[in-house]
């Protein structure tokens, strides 16, 4: 069972960026799609970024793409949503969430709170 820990949220304005991290526990990291959900006050669970284990193949949600990038670093157990131009909609708790490819178990972190406010 693999353990995530978010980090990285915050306050910020509009137009700024934010860096979250997510560490995760498993040493078969690579084994594991990674993704970031975001789940906004009232409102259901949504998928932002996708990055796969070995190729590391991305993919976005409309909302966030040119804005949001998603990266892995296997070799450290972490995963990265790197946010620019921040927009007050994309206020919300962000989660980590990791799949595993051959179980097909989901594990979750305990999310990370950020609000874009002027």
């Known amino acids: 069972q693999v353990q995530l820990v978010e980090s990285g949220g915050g306050l910020v304005h509009p137009g700024g960026s934010l860096r979250l991290s997510c560490a995760a526990s498993?040493?078969?990291?690579?084994?594991?799609?990674m993704r970031w959900y975001r789940q906004a006050a009232g409102k259901e669970r949504e998928l932002v970024a996708a990055?796969?284990?070995?190729?590391?193949?991305?993919n976005y949600a409309d909302s966030v793409k040119g804005r949001f990038t998603i990266s892995r670093n296997n070799n450290q157990n972490m995963l990265y949503l790197q946010m620019n131009n921040l927009k007050p909609e994309d206020t919300a708790v962000y989660y980590c969430?990791?799949?595993?490819?051959?179980?097909?178990?989901?594990?979750w972190g305990q999310g990370t709170q950020v609000i874009v406010s002027s």
């Open positions: 498993d040493s078969t990291y690579s084994l594991y799609v």
């Open positions: 969430n990791a799949h595993h490819v051959f179980s097909g178990e989901d594990y």
């Open positions: 990055i796969t284990g070995v190729s590391g193949s991305t």
